[in-house]
Antibody, heavy 123, light 109 residues
């Protein structure tokens, strides 16, 4: 069974930083899949945040986080990271990582999701 | 950017009834690259349908997707108690950005 496990959430100060991680298990070909971060503010819907291609050569960001967040991946550790800088109150949300259904696609339907990690930005 | 509008916002039905959920796109979703997800409180979304019609692994056949262009539908035939949840559509045809609809809550009448 393919599992994704997010970590790194918590309380962040406005203007501060947090680094989220998404670790994959149960899959030897994780490096072949695009990975996406999606967030959900309390009581709200789903919002795309950022995606990274299988090769990590292409990265994409929502306008709301561009210039503040950086996505990366470590193939040796089957892990994807989301570095979150210049945090704002509106970044408060549950952050999910998810993998694309088919390999080699930068964007596709997301078939495996982690349980999410909660980020709260508050002073 | 493709904006997805889901309707209705809330659907009140009884177990055994059929739910029809709509997702309208602000422009054509090419290659039928539209997915549906189910989300229950406190849990991550679960992929139900991809490429408009195709059921994801282990999804019961009471869930079906249809549509093309700018109008898409998720049908749940014979609601089971575990189907009461929030449903989101998502397009991945014109990305970035990936976009999601605002969701439809299917609640017990």
């Amino acid at each position: 069974e393919v599992l994704l496990l997010e970590s790194g959430g918590g309380l962040g100060q406005p203007g501060g930083s947090l680094r989220l991680s998404c670790a994959a298990s149960g899959i030897s070909t994780f490096r072949s899949y695009g990975v996406t971060w999606v967030r959900q503010a309390p009581g709200k819907g789903l919002e795309w945040v950022s995606s990274i291609s299988d090769s990590a050569t292409s990265t994409y960001y929502a306008d709301s986080v561009k210039g503040r967040f950086t996505i990366s991946r470590d193939h040796s550790k089957n892990t994807v990271h989301l570095q979150m800088n210049s945090l704002r109150a509106e970044d408060t949300a549950v952050y999910y990582c998810a993998k694309a259904l088919w390999s080699s696609y930068h964007f596709y339907a997301l078939d495996v999701w982690g349980r999410g990690t909660t980020v709260i930005v508050s002073s | 950017e493709i904006v997805l509008t889901q309707s209705p916002a809330t659907l009140s039905l009884s177990p055994g009834e059929t739910a029809t959920l709509s997702c309208g796109a602000s422009q054509t979703v090419s290659r039928s690259y539209l997915a549906w997800y189910q989300q229950k409180p406190g849990l991550a979304p679960r992929l139900l349908i991809y490429d408009t019609y195709n059921r994801a692994a282990d999804i019961p056949d009471r869930f079906s997707g249809s549509g093309s262009g700018t109008d898409f539908t998720l049908t749940i035939s014979g609601l089971e108690p575990e189907d009461f949840a929030v449903y989101y559509c998502q397009q991945y045809a014109t990305s970035p950005p990936l976009t999601f609809g605002g969701g439809t809550k299917v609640e017990i009448k």
